[in-house]
């Protein structure tokens, strides 16, 4: 399994979650020295990289970006796909398109979904907007599939969104629904820990349909500082064939660069099939 380090420009607001917040140039550098494969980049529009640039960044630190991520989308550009009013639903899926071809043009394979998909309000039933979901979220996976991309949908907690929290059953059955062969979930563990049975239950239910995976404790800090079993996720993982990449969202505590080295230190022995260090 291949680990990535979720990072965001310089100039991304204190709401992208995140664990390193810099120049671009600065964090790659950073995620290579401590021992990442790659980073999960999140962007709020398609025109806030240069390509080339970063292209480059990739090959001279030998990176790879397996994902960009669109939280920022949500609560920067304050669009998501379930709103009632057309036009903010059409500015959403514009900017997706856009980042969907920034994704392929950096070499990535996903692009995230996650609170960008919306919520239902107050005053309307699931299926009204859940209809709107639908429909905005196959305009996009149809351009994301002439470009290779695959979109991945997060299950998130219900303290943050009201639709779409679970990965089992209520994520599965959104993306079985959708019936897209581009469309996936996207596990990750710290809302599983609040929304979930049980995290392994819900990976091996979910089977083929994960299509990455986001790691944090259950306190989002780095993977160790909590109470999550991560050897029994790898193994639910390994059972249903997922062996692709793995990225950490966490809290940058004690500091960011303390955060980003502990997840790598402790996770790296336990994919390799061995015990962390008690210094991890």
Request: charged share 25%.
């Amino acid at each position: 399994m291949k680990l990535a380090l979720a990072i965001a420009p310089l100039d991304a607001q204190p709401s992208a979650f995140v664990v390193l917040r810099d120049r671009l140039e600065t964090s790659i550098a950073k995620a290579a020295r401590m021992g990442y494969d790659g980073v999960e980049l999140a962007l709020a529009r398609a025109d806030e990289i240069h390509v080339a640039q970063i292209c480059s960044l990739l090959q001279e630190y030998g990176l790879a970006i397996p994902t960009v991520s669109t939280g920022r989308v949500f609560a920067e550009g304050r669009v998501w796909l379930t709103n009632p009013d057309r036009a903010i639903r059409e500015r959403a899926v514009g900017t997706l398109k856009g980042l969907i071809d920034t994704a392929a043009g950096i070499g990535a394979t996903r692009l995230n979904v996650g609170r960008v998909r919306g919520f239902v309000a107050d005053d309307e039933e699931r299926d009204v907007a859940e209809a709107r979901f639908f429909e905005a979220i196959s305009e996009c996976a149809r351009h994301a599939a002439a470009c290779g991309i695959t979109i991945v949908v997060e299950p998130v907690n219900r303290y943050e969104i009201n639709y779409i929290n679970s990965v089992w059953p209520e994520g599965v059955d959104v993306v079985s629904r959708l019936g897209m062969d581009n469309v996936k979930l996207m596990p990750d563990v710290f809302h599983m820990n609040i929304e979930d049975a049980s995290i392994a239950g819900s990976l091996r239910a979910a089977g083929s349909h994960v299509g990455y995976v986001h790691l944090a404790d259950s306190n989002r800090w780095a993977p160790g500082q909590g109470h999550t079993d991560f050897r029994a996720i790898l193994e639910a993982l390994e059972s249903i064939g997922y062996d692709d990449w793995a990225a950490v969202e966490i809290l940058p505590y004690p500091s960011a660069d303390e955060a980003a080295q502990q997840a790598v230190d402790y996770l790296r022995p336990l994919i390799a099939g061995r015990t962390p260090t008690a210094a991890s």
